[in-house]
């Protein structure tokens, strides 16, 4: 089992910037892909942001491109995403999730879940 905690959602205008964190405990942290979604009310939970095991690689959604850093620290078992630019369409529960071994884009294929963290973004 791998237990995810995300922090650092919040209240900001627009323009502003947060950074949230996930925190992982449990297994080998450096063994598994990280990822960050989101879900607004009455929507579909969407990717936003993953990042291999290693750090090496990330991808970003087309609607955060150029606005969203995935980063992560393997020492301190912690996946961060630093959100620049924010708009009221950035309005969401953000989850972390993590995959074992590979990146995947698809909620379904993601092993554990965070219990999310509110960003709200006034305009």
């Known amino acids: 089992q791998v237990q995810l905690v995300e922090s650092g959602g919040g209240l900001v205008q627009a323009g502003g910037s947060l950074r949230l964190s996930c925190t992982a405990s449990?297994?080998?942290?450096?063994?598994?892909?990280m990822a960050w979604f989101r879900q607004a009310p009455g929507k579909e939970r969407e990717f936003v942001a993953v990042?291999?095991?290693?750090?090496?690689?990330?991808y970003q959604a087309d609607s955060v491109k150029g606005r969203f850093t995935i980063s992560r620290d393997n020492t301190k078992n912690t996946v961060y995403l630093q959100m620049n630019s924010l708009n009221a369409e950035d309005t969401a529960n953000y989850y972390c999730?993590?995959?074992?071994?590979?990146?995947?884009?698809?909620?379904?294929?993601?092993?554990?879940w965070g219990q999310g963290t509110q960003v709200t973004v006034s305009s």
């Open positions: 999730a993590a995959n074992l071994d590979y990146i995947t884009f698809q909620v379904s294929q993601y092993d554990y």
């Open positions: 449990g297994r080998t942290f450096s063994n598994y892909a």
């Open positions: 990042i291999s095991s290693s750090g090496t690689r990330t």
